[in-house]
T-cell receptor, first 114, second 115 residues
Framework: SQTIHQWPATLVQPVGSPLSLECTVEGTSNPNLYWYRQAAGRGLQLLFYSVGIGQISSEVPQNLSASRPQDRQFILSSKKLLLSDSGFYLC?????????????FGPGTRLLVL | AQSVTQLGSHVSVSEGALVLLRCNYSSSVPPYLFWYVQYPNQGLQLLLKYTSAATLVKGINGFEAEFKKSETSFHLTKPSAHMSDAAEYFCAVTPNNNAGNMLTFGGGTRLMVKP
């Protein structure tokens, strides 16, 4: 069966510090991968998605970037964190880009920028 | 652009009572529709999805939803609430084009279950 991991589970970082969040998927090959952010009072927002190694699409211009160095690894990064980057970051995967395909979510990383 | 509206950011029911969580979408062509549940400090779990087959969709934990094209709705129901149903529920749609399965989420509804 497929599983999705995210770490760290919780992170407290000072403003201006760098960020690296990691997401890995097991039990499947060539998944579509997604990064979402859930901020207080703002619902779920798609940040990035990837259909393959090195292929990243950004949905919202921001202080963050994403990379996919391996087939089942998706990394969310920032060079300098802002207060507004605080939130709950969720990684998800799907079998293919088809509209009926379910997206499966990881446990999330809670980021607090002080 | 598609959008999803969940009426009521907070819904409170008594244990054993009917649960009704509302979701309306805006789209010129019926989209694919999903309901997810999020327990505190956890990721999202799929409850059920509508992909143009039967309009009444049954999901996990006794939940079901009915797709009503005339009302552009996909409301989530459960006949009898349990304390364990307390969570946040999200309705989501995928676009009605060939741009892949980018999910657009509603704002979420937090369900509280009173003993």
């Amino acid at each position: 069966s497929q599983t999705i991991h995210q770490w760290p589970a919780t992170l407290v970082q000072p403003v201006g510090s760098p960020l690296s969040l990691e997401c890995t998927v097991e039990g499947t090959s060539n998944p579509n991968l997604y990064w979402y952010r859930q901020a207080a009072g703002r619902g779920l927002q798609l940040l990035f998605y990837s259909v393959g190694i090195g292929q990243i699409s950004s949905e919202v211009p921001q202080n963050l970037s994403a990379s996919r160095p391996q087939d089942r690894q998706f990394i969310l990064s920032s060079k300098k964190l802002l207060l507004s980057d605080s939130g709950f970051y969720l990684c998800a995967w799907s079998v293919s880009p088809g509209r009926r395909e379910t997206q499966y979510f990881g446990p999330g990383t809670r980021l607090l920028v002080l | 652009a598609q959008s999803v509206t969940q009426l009521g950011s907070h819904v409170s029911v008594s244990e054993g009572a009917l649960v009704l969580l509302r979701c309306n979408y805006s789209s010129s062509v019926p989209p694919y529709l999903f309901w997810y549940v999020q327990y505190p400090n956890q990721g999202l779990q799929l409850l059920l999805k509508y992909t143009s087959a039967a309009t009444l969709v049954k999901g996990i934990n006794g939940f079901e939803a009915e797709f009503k094209k005339s009302e552009t709705s996909f409301h989530l129901t459960k006949p009898s609430a349990h304390m364990s149903d307390a969570a946040e529920y999200f309705c989501a749609v995928t676009p009605n084009n060939n741009a892949g399965n980018m999910l657009t989420f509603g704002g979420g509804t937090r369900l509280m279950v009173k003993p």
